[in-house]
RNA sequence: GGCGCUAUCGUCAAGUGGUUAAGACACCGCCCUUUCACGGCGGGUUCGUGGGUUCAAAUCCCGCUAGCGUCACCA
């Protein structure tokens, strides 16, 4: 059996959109599950859509999501150059060759003269001027070094039909397919060439694209057949599609949010969580799994898994997933994986920050949450009276005070400032009034934090804030009772 | 508009002629509780529509509708 080879060829963009980053992953995880070769080939035809190191950002970003190629523009491997403005003499001789065997022809046009183009759209906007010019009329315009294009002689009858692992036969009549450039006026391929070409120099398996191009691998298919190449595999992806708050739905796109691979890592969510969730975006295992390591999903990926329909984005179990991650971590590799969004810390948490993140990885769905999150360990918000009333656990303003003010003395008793040390007095404390926990808890919680949910409980915030900070906020916010 | 693809809870989805139509996220309710979180329990007219085929259809066929894609010297 023939070795599977899949690829993954972008145009170098400077953008990694989480559509792209799917097939990818597809692309990679099902030659990996069958034991073959994944290849990174660059589609930069197009001079105009040039971005400078774009083919850095998208061997980095591949990286920082393990999809790691076996063959690429700095990967090695024997069927390069893997980039395909460096493979420009390669698609003149086998576009020559098509014209030399009649499949293909130069076309004279330039590209927007009105007579050469019909408003009807029947061939695609060009009328075929070109397609049968006489040969004498050829070498005239040759030998007046009129510029060209090489354009695909397509058949005027009869129907196309290819297989796709996904969506069965898929069949097109040859009168829908207009005669499409091969070869650029600038020497460049188009894409619909060069990746003919290419696939089948490579030798791609398995080509795992997007579902728009569907309709244009009737014309691959022809070029495969035009040259008597073997044909590979397909199959086409259904798209990544966004919700509006409107709630239509469409392909996704910025208007949707983060979008794009940096975008997420810049929200705070860590590559191994965008990976795993965005391969079940579109694909499922058939099992209730749903946490998956890059290795199995390697193991656990097949072609029939594979969903035909488009699927939609949600950030809500993106959310979820990432947090599922967050809690399964240790709290020291959430520590280091969190660092930069700590911020600057002062001395005293930036000395607690293994134990602030085992408070914080149970709470956060987002590593840029964070910030916000621990802010008020930072700067005491301002206090409001209304904070300090809460019915359930019967406490009020008075009740308050009441509850403070025996508690700065008992905390001045605690000598180690611990967790547990606090616990034990607080709980002492908290038997001896005869009051309910939370009746407690309530108001030195407001009054430590001036919010009415935390990271953690009042002992936790008593020991994240330090013996002297603690007496601080508890003595201003009892002269602010008072004064209530 | 032509052509093509798609259609199961709000979302991801299982399902391949006979099921009480899984599971997850989100949502709602209740419980637990030191707030939040975590955890536990429970809840919801989900097969776009109209015709067939069949003893039997979410599953097969046709039409319709809707969404998406495509019709470049972009990929």
Redesign the pocket.
Known sequence: MKKIRTRF???PTGYMHIGNLRTALYAYLFAKSQHGDFILRI????R??YVADAVEFIEKTLAAAKIIPDEGPHHGGEFGPYVQSERMEIYKKYAEQLVESGHAYR?F???DEPENNSDD?K????NRHCRDLPAAEIEKNLAEGK???IRQKMPLTGETTFFDV????????NS?L?D??LL???G?????F??VVDDHLMEISHIIR???????TPKHVLLYKFFGWELPTFI?L??V?G?SPD?????LSKRHGATSFNDLIEAGYLPEVITNYVA?????P?T?Q?IFSMNELIEKFNL??L????????Y??L???S?EYF?AMTDENFAEAADKFFGALDENLSAKKVYLSSLLK??VNRLSQIPDTIKFLQVMPPLDAELFINK??KVTVEKSIEIITPALKILEGVENWTVDAL?EK??AFVEESGL???TV??PL?IALSG??????????ILFLLGREESFRRLNSALEFLKKS
């Open positions: 060829a972008p145009s589609e930069d035809t197009d105009a859509r076309c046009c330039v590209n759209k061939f695609g906007g060009y510029p060209y294009v996904l969506h069965g036969n898929i069949t097109i009549a829908e207009e499409q450039v650029k006026s600038d460049m391929p188009t894409y619909n060069a990746n997007g579902t728009e191009f569907i309709t244009s086409h259904a798209p599609m919700k709630g239509t739905v469409s392909k079940l975006l579109g694909w499922n058939k209730n749903e029939e898994g969903s035909k329909s488009p699927a939609v984005f949600d809500d179990k959310d979820w997933m947090g809690k149970t709470r359930r656990n616990n607080i709980f309910k926990m939370g808890m309530w919680r919010q009415k949910v935390t990271p953690g409980g009042v002992t936790e």
